[in-house]
Nanobody, 118 residues
Framework: QVLLVESGGGLVQAHGSLRLSCTVSGRSLSTFVMAWYRQAPGKQRELVASISSGSTTNYADSVKGRFTASRDNAKNTVYLQMNSLKPEDTAVYYC????????????WGQGTQVTVSS
């Protein structure tokens, strides 16, 4: 069974930084497309960043230039470095693994809270 555990969230001031980590167990993450989503109170969950097995990254327009996704396959861990944080970044952040074989399926972590104060 694939399990995802996020960590690294917390309370920071605007313009500050945090690094989120997502550790995957049950299967090597090297073959997976990984992603970070976030959900603010009263809003739908949105895609923040994705990173392919070859480390190709994509970012939501709202975080481009500020957030960086990376992966360390040896540690089975994916990271989201968040710089220049804004109050609008406040949300629960979720790690996601997108499986495409043998079936299309998504696994989710439990979420980690990020709160950015002004």
């Amino acid at each position: 069974q694939v399990l995802l555990v996020e960590s690294g969230g917390g309370l920071v001031q605007a313009h500050g930084s945090l690094r989120l980590s997502c550790t995957v167990s049950g299967r090597s993450l090297s073959t997976f497309v990984m992603a970070w989503y976030r959900q603010a109170p009263g809003k739908q969950r949105e895609l923040v960043a994705s990173i392919s097995s070859g480390s190709t990254t994509n970012y939501a327009d709202s975080v481009k230039g500020r957030f960086t996704a990376s992966r360390d396959n040896a540690k089975n861990t994916v990271y989201l470095q968040m710089n220049s944080l804004k109050p609008e970044d406040t949300a629960v952040y979720y790690c996601n693994v997108h499986v495409t074989w043998p079936r299309v399926y998504d696994y989710w972590g439990q979420g980690t809270q990020v709160t950015v104060s002004s």
